[in-house]
């Protein structure tokens, strides 16, 4: 270890530090490292000139490290032994009234400023924060505390909010580098007051690498905080100004430094006219400020020093309250290690335990308390690692702490640091087994103990306030930080309408709160809800509100008007009446105001949303219909507007490329939906007959051209029978039959306005699909399974019924049984197993006696896609053993592997083959025209003679399934598909 120049000949005067003191050894090293030798001694020197300027000051100051434990007994030890009579804090002083309400908070919480309306920042960077985390081991909230536990005022003196941001987006433009990463960042772009760390990267990375640590928190909590614990308070102050005043010439960039300067000229100032307005003499107060701040730097430095002219303030709007904060957001904030914060509040624990809290504690006996700290760690370590399946025992734990010292000892540190500990828990534990969660992960959990604070309930704002108070028949703890489930139907208590229509509009402001069963739907009444209330745990989410008004009504109306003036367009304004209708709908005012700007914005509009639009408007019509008060006027004028507009600009849609068909569609089911509103307002339906038969003398795509065609077939009906002539043109003409899937695809975007072209859609497929060749439909299905999948999934349910009813087959529920022996004379019928698919395709020879057994038994998947595809049960056909009961049945062939067919004796018998064929004729036919296609050789042996159920055994298609079964299986599949 490097030691230090003997102390009196830098002129330290009245004291020394001890030789245990490494904390001066390394910063010497730095000095070293970035100046060069010669210069330690200046260096050192002007830091000495600041250490006996601080002292001389009329005004005392402690210097303190934010969040640390030392600084937080050093300054309670001071005030109790000097009792001033006012306390100066370094803090935002327009927050200066919120420090009454820390007493009824549980820490750590954060006092914050939130700008929500400016002309002088950004529109993208609002918006802003400036958030003052306090934690208990914070001095400055020990000062807080302190004065009020005495009756003594604080006064904080640095610059406001509004001052900090503009400083900060000054020199941190880029919001992304300085927002807050922890979960409760609330979406804001936040600042905090007081930051440790230099902002210089050459003197970090060489201050590390000279003390041989990983991070400069850890720099902190290792070699900094031990040393501050065991000095007086005397050396306390002295070394806190020397780093102070190294820092801050050598740490600091000159940005930064130029704020660190204006805020030091604010604080004097601010300072220097309270003293003066309250008489007070400067002996008898106290300066409680970051190290850096007690440099004399600045000009305006000191009781004597120049006055500084106060920047004014922007035309920002701020809103001032407590918020929640958390150990993680403040190491986030702060830019720390995870885990220093609940560290420093481990140690200010220990010494409460131990009542060292009002005297100092030496190196020695903090390593006598660390080591009962890291028997402990490691055996909660061990323990956690054997949840994740890591063979480990307590012998592990041992060798974990003596490495852990190991490592202390090679790095020449006075205590075992956190990264210490990790790597000897990762060298002891981690044996390269494969785990569901790594070592280094397992660490990581564990050092991450996080601490949420909470604040009071008569520090929240008003608003916050009046929620708890309404949620408050729901038998909410708001008190309690777990999640709620509230559970609410409203048959058995009405009254918990109130509490929903509040959690709904909480939900969609974005408060903590989630439903679980229920929904929130324009004219839609729920009859049960459940809900998972987390506003005790996440305060933030609401107090956020807070800053915008002073109910949630309030809060949304604005939300509403803010969306509806950014920008406005049609598709964002009916959005907008949409959410107050279900959520606020006795909001007339509101109403009347946006349906206004609606009614005259329609005239504007962007042919990108008009599908949109058009959906949007009919739930709007659909919600007035069912009301007693009936569509509104301005509603009225809406249709009216919108139909003209839409009228006049039709042809102008159709010729730009950059529409999609769908929009187009949504134009016209605009105007034909609400045709019956707009005439009775008085529009001219002239003006749309002029544009469609401008639109249909244009060049246009067989899409267009088909929507075109639809359109006009509704103000001119009958035009169907063009659809039929065009079709059966494009499937016989060979150059345009592969314009088909294209009017398809007109057809299908033209039944968004005409729901009839859907039955005319199932009619024209099932024409295509009949007779059109096998090479054309194979190379139309990937482009019709596409168009059926982006199309409305409204349309397609539509189309599917059609289809279903266009092909209704007829009651055959008659049938019960999947056998028949009315053709055979004898009772009972046995066959072997069925043979190999190999062997049914050659032309084997059956006996017309068993044809029919032996095609059913054999090819038992074709019969079960036949009686599938016409609505029959297969469940129980040829299951022989639910039959053992009959009265009459033979078995022939005993001792071999057979099966038996037996005969039902009950009312008049007919085979179901026989039956399929005698009930469905067309469709065999059309299987057997697809035989032939497949098999021309065919062609010549067969005839189109209807099939004579009397000789089923005889008929042609018999012999072409006995024939050909593989083929008809798949005919049959093509045919189901």
């Known amino acids: 270890m490097i030691r230090l120049v003997n102390t009196s000949e830098i002129g330290f005067g009245k004291f020394e530090f001890s030789s245990d003191t490494s904390v001066v050894d390394v910063l010497t090293n730095v000095i070293e490292e970035l100046e060069g030798e010669d210069n330690v001694y200046e260096i050192l020197k002007t830091g000495t000139q600041d250490v006996v300027h601080l002292q001389s000051l009329e005004l005392p100051i402690i210097p303190i490290l934010h969040y640390s ?39 750590p919480v954060s006092l914050q400023g939130i700008g ?42 640095d610059h406001t909010c509004d001052s900090g941001i503009r400083w900060d987006l000054k020199y941190n433009p880029d919001i992304e580098e300085n927002q807050d990463t922890s979960k409760e960042n609330d979406g804001l772009f936040k600042i905090s007051v007081g930051k440790d760390q230099p902002t210089k990267q050459v003197f970090i990375d060489t201050l590390l690498d000279v003390s041989k640590m990983h991070s400069f928190s850890e720099w902190i909590l290792e070699i900094l905080e031990p040393t501050l614990l ?141 080591e009962d700290k890291l028997i402990a760690w490691s055996a909660d370590i061990v323990k956690n690692a054997r949840k994740f399946g890591y063979q480990v025992s307590t012998a592990d734990s041992i060798a974990i702490v003596k490495i852990a010292y190991l490592l202390k000892d090679i790095r020449e540190k006075p205590l075992v640091s956190q990264y210490d500990f990790v790597e000897a828990v990762i060298t002891c534990l981690d044996k390269g087994e494969s785990n569901s969660k790594s070592i280094q992960v397992i660490c990581e959990d564990y050092f991450r103990r996080d601490k949420l604070g909470k604040v009071g309930y008569l520090a929240l704002p008003p608003l916050v306030k009046d929620v708890i108070d309404r949620l408050s028949l729901l038998n909410m703890d708001v008190n309690n930080k777990k999640i709620f489930r509230a559970l609410m139907d409203f048959n058995k208590n009405p009254e918990f309408r109130i509490a929903s229509d509040l959690l709904w509009l909480l939900h ?26 987390n ?65 005259t914005i329609i005239t504007d509009l962007r ?62 089911s605009f105007i034909f939906k609400f045709e019956n509103i707009a005439i009775s307002q008085g529009a001219n339906r002239n003006e749309l007959r002029i544009s469609l038969q401008t639109i249909y003398s244009l060049k246009l795509s067989t899409v267009k051209r088909t929507i075109v065609i639809a359109a006009m077939n509704i103000l001119t009906p009958g035009i169907e029978d063009e659809f039929r002539l065009q079709i059966k043109y494009i499937i016989n003409n060979p150059l345009t039959i592969n314009n088909m899937p294209e009017v398809f695809k ?135 053993s639910t039959l053992e009961n009959l009265k009459k049945q033979k078995t ?58 009397i000789e089923i055994h005889q008929n042609r298609i018999q012999k072409l399934i006995t024939q050909y079964p593989i083929t008809m299986e798949h005919l049959l599949k093509l045919k189901r598909k």
């Open 116 to 157: 929500i309306k400016s002309k002088f920042y950004p529109p993208d960077k609002l918006p802003v924060s400036v958030i003052f985390p306090l934690a208990e081991t914070s001095a400055e909230y020990q000062a807080i505390k302190y004065g009020i536990e005495n009756k003594i005022p604080v006064v904080f003196v």
């Open 508 to 533: 969609y402001l974005q408060v903590d709160v989630r439903p679980i069963m229920g929904e929130k739907k324009l004219g839609n009444v729920n009859k049960q809800e459940s809900w998972d209330i």
């Open 69 to 107: 434990t030392a600084s937080a007994i050093h300054t309670m030890e001071y005030l109790r032994t000097n009792k001033p009579k006012c306390i100066f804090v370094e803090g935002p002083e327009d927050l200066n009234h919120l420090v009454d309400d820390l007493m009824k908070c549980e820490l």
């Open 535 to 599: 506003i005790g745990k996440n305060q933030n989410s609401i107090i956020i509100l807070a800053a915008e008004g002073m109910t949630i009504e309030d809060v949304f109306r604005k939300r509403i008007i803010r969306k509806s003036r950014i920008n406005p367009s049609v598709i964002k304004i009916l959005e907008c009446i949409v959410d107050v209708y279900t959520f606020d709908s006795q909001n007339s005012k509101l109403l009347n105001n946006l349906g206004n700007l609606l009614s």
């Open 892 to 949: 022939i062939d005993k001792g071999k592997n057979t099966k038996t067919i037996h005969i039902h004796q009950e009312g008049e018998i007919t085979h179901p083959l026989g039956l399929l064929i005698n009930q469905n004729n067309s469709t065999l036919h059309a299987y057997q025209e697809l035989l032939i296609q497949r098999h021309p050789e065919l062609k010549s042996k067969l005839s189109n003679s209807v099939v004579n159920p």
């Open 230 to 370: 065991s000095l007086e308070f005397d050396k306390y102050q002295q070394l806190m100004t020397l780093i102070g005043s190294i820092f801050r010439r050598l740490g600091t960039n000159e940005g930064w430094n130029e704020q660190l300067t204006y805020r030091d000229g604010f604080m004097w100032t601010r300072m220097r006219a309270y003293l003066r307005d309250e008489s007070i003499d400067p002996t008898e107060t106290v300066y409680i400020c970051g190290a850096s701040h007690g440099i004399a730097i600045s000009e305006s430095f000191g009781l004597t020093g120049i006055e500084l002219e106060i920047q004014e303030d922007s035309d920002t709007r701020w809103h001032y309250g407590i918020a929640q904060s958390s150990f993680n957001e403040i190491e986030a904030i702060q830019q720390q290690m995870p885990g220093f914060v609940s560290e420093m509040a481990n140690l200010w624990t220990m010494f409460h335990k131990n009542k060292k809290t009002s005297r100092v504690i030496s190196i020695e006996q903090q390593a006598k308390i660390q």
């Open 607 to 668: 042919f990108e949303d008009t599908l949109k639009i058009y959906k949007i408007s009919l739930d709007l019509i659909n919600y007035f219909r069912a009301q007693v008060s009936g569509i509104p006027d301005w509603f009225s004028r809406y249709i009216l507007n919108g139909y003209q507009s839409f009228s006049k600009e039709l042809s102008r849609a159709f010729l730009d490329d950059t529409i999609q068909y769908e929009n187009l569609a949504g134009m016209l």
């Open 746 to 880: 007109g057809l299908f975007i033209s039944s968004i306005f005409s729901p009839n072209l859907i039955l005319l859609i199932a009619e024209l497929l099932d024409r295509c699909f009949r007779t059109i060749n096998d090479e054309f439909i194979i190379q139309w299905i990937p482009q019709l399974i596409t168009m059926l999948r982006d199309i409305d999934s409204d349309l397609f349910d539509k189309l599917i019924k059609e289809i279903t009813k266009y092909y209704a087959t007829q009651d055959i529920q008659q049938m019960k049984v999947w056998y028949n022996t009315s053709i055979y004379e004898q009772d009972a019928i046995t066959t072997n197993n069925p043979l190999d698919t190999e062997e049914l395709e050659a032309d084997i020879p059956i006996s017309e006696t068993n044809q029919l057994t032996s095609l059913i038994q054999s090819h038992p998947t074709t019969t079960n896609y036949w009686a599938n595809y016409l609505g029959l049960s297969v469940d129980s056909w040829l299951d022989f």
